[in-house]
């Protein structure tokens, strides 16, 4: 085949068919939680085995954070949750200095930030100083407190999410943060069954966010982010990806054109989206599947078509060849 590796390894696909059972377990256990939406919980999965932050973007209620949380307790990760407000401040996120009494000295108390799955809940209510505490720790896996670097603990993700402009009480979150951005998702609202279903088991006793258990462990969620990157990119998957940016670019009608890291960011989803099909080599298949969440909201679209629409129209102009 054209985009498979010259040989074969078959330890590799050993390891890819374990983690298509591993994946299909998580997907199972979040989708016990979250109704009618398996497609933004596959989406949210192989975005954050890519080591990429998800932005949701949505009306409130729609179970944005019961999202955030069940995929956190079903990898056994570390979750903790910020609300983001006007009157929040950077060190409210990454921590502060503190005097200890007994050390007669500055301690560092870390913040909220220290933690494996980070959901910064509204994101575009902080003011931008607030918000920009974020792009250190996103970007590097890092916090920087008056001098003094400290390490994120492995994994580190966010799922951030955002209301739509139009409400009271929000910013306009800068290019630059949204570029750090792998993938911007919505839920949407469910269907007429999902939702009949999910106030069946809301208006229980207990919440079904309390029966779910790990079903793999941090390291095997680890484990998945460095098995990615052994999937094979052929050179002309990587020149495909390389022509869709440059079609971009060259077209007037998008005012801001993704970055160059965005193009590395949608050829690191492609890689997981592989690992799900039970491949160890990217297909252009792989690309058009997430290209349209992982490239629309950096850009800027002149007239009235939605970005995720123009990229799906400029994916269908580009041959591979």
């Known amino acids: 085949m054209l985009h498979a590796p010259p040989t074969r390894d078959a330890a590799l696909a050993a390891e890819i068919a374990a983690f298509r059972d591993s994946f299909a377990l998580v997907r199972k256990s979040v989708g016990q939680v979250i109704l009618g939406k398996d497609d933004v919980i596959f989406k949210c999965l192989v975005v954050l085995t890519a080591?990429?932050?998800i932005l949701l973007k949505d009306v409130p209620g729609t179970g944005k954070t019961m999202l955030a949380r069940s995929i956190s307790a079903s990898i056994g990760g570390e979750f903790r949750r910020i609300q983001f407000t006007p009157d929040l401040l950077p060190m409210d996120i990454t921590g502060t200095n503190v005097f200890d009494l007994r050390q007669k000295q500055f301690v560092f108390q870390p913040g909220p930030v220290f933690c494996n799955l980070l959901l910064a809940d509204e994101l575009n209510r902080a003011t931008p100083k607030t918000q920009s505490a974020l792009l250190e720790s996103m970007?590097?896996?890092?916090?920087?407190?008056?001098?003094?670097?400290?390490?994120?603990p492995p994994p580190f993700l966010v799922m951030a999410t955002m209301n739509p402009l139009d409400h009271d009480g929000t910013y306009v979150l800068p290019q630059a943060q949204l570029d750090r951005f792998t993938a911007q998702l919505s839920m949407g609202f469910?269907?007429?069954?999902?939702?009949?279903?999910?106030?069946?088991?809301?208006?229980?006793?207990?919440?079904?966010?309390?029966d779910v258990k790990p079903v793999i462990s941090r390291d095997t969620f680890l484990g998945w982010q460095s098995l990615s990157t052994r999937v094979f990119i052929a050179v002309e998957?990587?020149?495909?990806?390389?022509?869709?940016?440059?079609?971009?670019?060259?077209?007037?009608?998008?005012?801001?054109?993704?970055?160059?890291r965005a193009m590395l960011m949608l050829a690191r989803v492609a890689q997981v989206h592989a690992m799900t099909q039970g491949r160890d080599f990217v297909t252009p298949e792989d690309i058009r599947a997430l290209a349209p969440d992982v490239l629309a909201h950096r850009m800027i679209i002149s007239g009235d078509e939605a970005g995720q629409s123009y990229v799906s129209r400029v994916l269908e102009k580009v041959p591979l060849a």
Do not use: C, F, W
């Open 51 to 53: 080591k990429g932050h």
């Open 139 to 152: 970007a590097e896996n890092q916090v920087t407190v008056e001098g003094v670097t400290h390490r994120l």
């Open 190 to 210: 469910p269907s007429a069954d999902a939702e009949v279903q999910m106030l069946d088991i809301h208006l229980g006793g207990r919440p079904p966010i309390d």
């Open 237 to 260: 998957i990587k020149r495909y990806i390389v022509k869709i940016a440059n079609h971009i670019r060259g077209d007037s009608v998008a005012l801001a054109p993704p970055s160059p």
